[in-house]
């Protein structure tokens, strides 16, 4: 029997990690992660989820000045927002 290329088991094994999670789980443990994170800063928190492809886009909160402006705490909850896409959409797949 031909053994499969590495490439071939890294694919297969990434999409069988996936496990299903509601919303409100996922919610949960994001805003966990946040609150955890070095970078974390005082109201920053994900208050959304959506799934595009296999990607976890995160929401929340993106503190603009009131001219709808970004400000110096856009970029770090940009920058939160990013690192749970990468970290949680390799383990979870949203189930609603």
Known sequence: MPESTPSQDH???????KKP?????LLL???ALI???????A???ADDVVQKNDVLVFR???????????TVKTT????MFKHLAHVLSEKYQLID
């Open 35 to 41: 609150k955890s994170h070095e970078a974390y800063l």
């Open 21 to 25: 999670i509601t919303r409100h789980a």
């Open 76 to 79: 770090a909850v940009f920058n």
């Open 29 to 31: 443990e994001a805003n």
């Open 43 to 45: 109201g920053m928190m």
């Open 60 to 70: 929340g909160d993106y503190f603009l000045d009131k001219d709808g402006l970004p």
């Open 11 to 17: 694919v297969t094994d990434i999409n069988t990690e």
